[in-house]
């Protein structure tokens, strides 16, 4: 059984048991790359996804593949699949768009406050008939 083959029986069986959104966004993505016998190295498409296949389905997934009849089973991770640019490339940063002055930003001027009328006014505005 090649290593591929043997990945997609063992993520295969819990596709029956998650719903088909959590099978899509968190068990699809990771990629299995090598497998020796003993360590079984995996790929994810970023660190976010990785951790939580690691907190929610990896000793699923290895109970899976000990039931295919591998005992020991270490596993190891590539590098996130995010692109990584190399130092000695530039790279083009796109200016930040612009947004409207917070009237907490320190250099905004405050907003003009209404006339303050005290409780005591007894003045009253008309009412319509």
């Given at each position: 059984?090649?290593?591929?083959?043997?990945?997609?029986?063992?993520?295969?069986?819990?596709?029956?048991?998650?719903?088909?959104?959590?099978?899509?966004?968190?068990?699809?993505?990771?990629?299995?790359?090598?497998?020796?016998?003993?360590?079984?190295?995996?790929?994810?498409?970023?660190?976010?996804?990785?951790?939580?296949?690691?907190?929610?389905?990896?000793?699923?997934?290895?109970?899976?593949?000990?039931?295919?009849?591998?005992?020991?089973?270490?596993?190891?991770?590539?590098?996130?699949?995010?692109?990584?640019?190399?130092?000695?490339?530039?790279?083009?940063?796109?200016?930040?768009?612009?947004?409207h002055r917070s009237r907490f930003h320190p250099r905004c001027r405050p907003l003009p406050?209404?006339?303050?009328?005290s409780p005591s006014c007894s003045r009253r505005l008309p009412t319509r008939?």
């Amino acid at each position: 059984m090649t290593v591929q083959l043997m990945w997609d029986e063992a993520v295969g069986r819990l596709k029956s048991r998650v719903s088909s959104q959590n099978y899509d966004t968190w068990l699809r993505p990771i990629e299995v790359r090598t497998f020796d016998g003993s360590t079984l190295r995996l790929r994810a498409p970023n660190s976010f996804v990785r951790s939580w296949f690691e907190s929610n389905f990896l000793r699923t997934v290895l109970d899976e593949l000990r039931e295919l009849g591998h005992a020991e089973i270490r596993v190891e991770w590539e590098a996130d699949g995010e692109r990584e640019v190399p130092l000695d490339e530039p790279v083009e940063l796109s200016p930040p768009p612009r947004t409207h002055r917070s009237r907490f930003h320190p250099r905004c001027r405050p907003l003009p406050r209404p006339p303050h009328r005290s409780p005591s006014c007894s003045r009253r505005l008309p009412t319509r008939m």
